[in-house]
Antibody, heavy 121, light 107 residues
Framework: EVQLVESGGGLVQPGGSLRLSCAASGFTFSTRWMSWVRQAPGKGLEWVVNMKYDGSDIGYVDSVRGRFTVSRDNARNSLYLQMNSLRVEDTAVYYC??????????????WGLGTLVTVTS | DIQMTQSPSSVSASVGDRVTITCRASQGVDTWLAWYQQRPGRPLQLLIYAASTLQTGVPSRFSGSGSGTHFTLTISSLQPEDFATYYC?????????FGQGTRLEIK
């Protein structure tokens, strides 16, 4: 069974930093693109970043580029999101998403339950 | 960025009803369009990919159609578990973007 378990969310002040983790299991992590998607409270979904299985291709949404850094450790089946210079508007549930393969590429075929990040003074 | 506009933003319906949700892209995305279902306490679920292909395990009452800029998700006969929020997502160009969501409520 595929599992994606996010952790690391919490309360942080504007300008602060937080590191999110996603523990993956039930599939060959090293062969899949992975993403982070976020959802502000009561709002819709926003794609934050995509990362190729070997780390050689990464794409950020403009609103986080230069502040957030995605990484992965294929030996530990883990995806990370380092978030710096956090802003109030970064407050959201952050979802770890496995991207599909072949015909399902560019599609999130498995999602975690998310971890809540709250940026407030 | 490609803007995705879903309509309606909410809809009330009864068990057994047929419901159609529309998603329009601000520019063509070919068939790079997916539909997701979000229910409280559950991971988001992929329903449809490539505009019209049913994801494995998803009931056949769900169907998708369209290409280019106009897409639809149809639920042929609503079941109690279908009352949820639905999102379209384009993957024709990065950054991938979502519609604002359609909340499907019980009448």
């Amino acid at each position: 069974e595929v599992q994606l378990v996010e952790s690391g969310g919490g309360l942080v002040q504007p300008g602060g930093s937080l590191r999110l983790s996603c523990a993956a299991s039930g599939f060959t992590f090293s062969t899949r693109w992975m993403s982070w998607v976020r959802q502000a409270p009561g709002k819709g979904l926003e794609w934050v970043v995509n990362m190729k299985y070997d780390g050689s291709d990464i794409g950020y949404v403009d609103s986080v580029r230069g502040r957030f850094t995605v990484s992965r450790d294929n030996a530990r089946n883990s995806l990370y999101l380092q978030m710096n210079s956090l802003r109030v508007e970064d407050t959201a549930v952050y979802y770890c998403v496995r991207m599909g393969s072949l015909d399902l590429r560019r599609t999130g075929d498995q999602w975690g339950l998310g971890t809540l990040v709250t940026v407030t003074s | 960025d490609i803007q995705m506009t879903q309509s309606p933003s909410s809809v009330s319906a009864s068990v057994g009803d047929r419901v159609t949700i529309t998603c329009r892209a601000s520019q063509g995305v070919d068939t790079w369009l997916a539909w997701y279902q979000q229910r409280p306490g559950r991971p988001l679920q992929l329903l449809i990919y490539a505009a019209s292909t049913l994801q494995t395990g998803v009931p056949s009452r769900f169907s998708g159609s369209g290409s280019g800029t106009h897409f639809t998700l149809t639920i042929s006969s609503l079941q109690p578990e279908d009352f949820a929020t639905y999102y379209c997502q384009q993957a024709g160009d990065y950054p991938y973007t979502f519609g604002q969501g359609t909340r499907l409520e019980i009448k």
